[in-house]
């Protein structure tokens, strides 16, 4: 009897442990859906609702920007769901992504997404300015895509082990977010001063891979402003830190806009080929 009552314990077992299975399977799916649909915190109806109103108020034109704006922004919200459950199903629900590749797609969804919040932001502070510029703005998000790159992910500095360093870097990388956002928006001037900003006080936690990428924000909103030779001088600055901290990518988009802004800006067109050739 005692063996045919433990025989009848394993076969319990046996069954209660695949249905335990599924239940976390389950439950991993579900949290997965959930990361996905987060975004309509940032792009859900009330957000929708702000912008819509104070685009309003720059007239006729505010009303039809927003209508041409919305297609972009839920085209690039809806990429970024589908890849944000993607990578997380990958991670939690079949094991098939390291550990280390799921962090440094969480980072990039996170950064992404924040790209979207400092957007819609400055969007909303400037209307007349931004129903001029709101579709381009819009169109030049980050592709969600580049998130999937783990090539280029992986080329990216290693977040501090400070938990506080960590939230300074996080507020900071916003600011940098915004600055992007000021010059989507054409408010150069206003991008200008929180670049500088930035730069110093990136420079004061002695973040070498934020400083150049304020750097060039500096250089950019500086050329925006046909201020060439300050620019130019910010550009090469970013430039040959990014070379010196191996972003390659940073590197690149500095030698691209040297290049337009030496040939193009100061008419030096022999140095400018130079700038092609790196870029």
């Not at 950064?111 to 909303?124: D, I, P, T």
Request: hydrophobic share 50%.
């Amino acid at each position: 009897i005692r063996v045919g009552a433990a025989l009848g314990l394993l076969a319990a077992g046996a069954i209660a442990a695949p249905l335990w299975q599924q239940r976390e399977l389950a439950r991993r799916e579900a949290a997965c859906v959930a990361a996905g649909e987060s975004i309509a915190e940032v792009w859900g109806e009330a957000p929708r609702g702000r912008l819509r109103a104070a685009l309003a108020t720059a007239g006729r034109a505010g009303e039809e920007t927003f209508e041409k704006v919305v297609p972009w922004i839920d085209r690039w919200v809806g990429r970024w769901s589908e890849a944000r459950v993607s990578a997380c199903r990958a991670a939690e629900v079949e094991r098939t992504a390291p550990p280390e590749q799921a962090a440094l797609e969480r980072a990039c969804m996170a950064e992404r997404r924040e790209e979207l919040v400092a957007l819609l932001e400055v969007l909303g502070e400037d209307p007349k300015s931004a129903a001029q510029r709101a579709v381009t703005a819009a169109a030049s998000l980050t592709p969600v895509e580049a998130c999937a790159d783990m090539a280029a992910l992986a080329r990216r500095p290693a977040p501090p082990y400070d938990p506080a360093q960590l939230v300074r870097l996080g507020a900071l990388r916003r600011d940098l977010l915004r600055i992007w956002g000021l010059g989507m928006a054409g408010r150069y001037a206003d991008g200008l001063t929180r670049a500088k900003e930035l730069r110093a006080r990136a420079a004061a936690i002695g973040d070498a891979p934020l400083s150049a990428e304020a750097e060039l924000q500096v250089g950019v909103m500086m050329g925006k402003l046909q201020q060439y030779d300050g620019a130019v001088q910010a550009l090469e600055r970013a430039f040959v830190a990014a070379g010196e901290l191996g972003l390659d990518d940073l590197a690149a988009t500095a030698a691209n806009d040297l290049l337009f802004l030496v040939g193009h800006g100061q008419k030096r067109h022999e140095a400018a080929t130079g700038w092609a050739r790196a870029a």
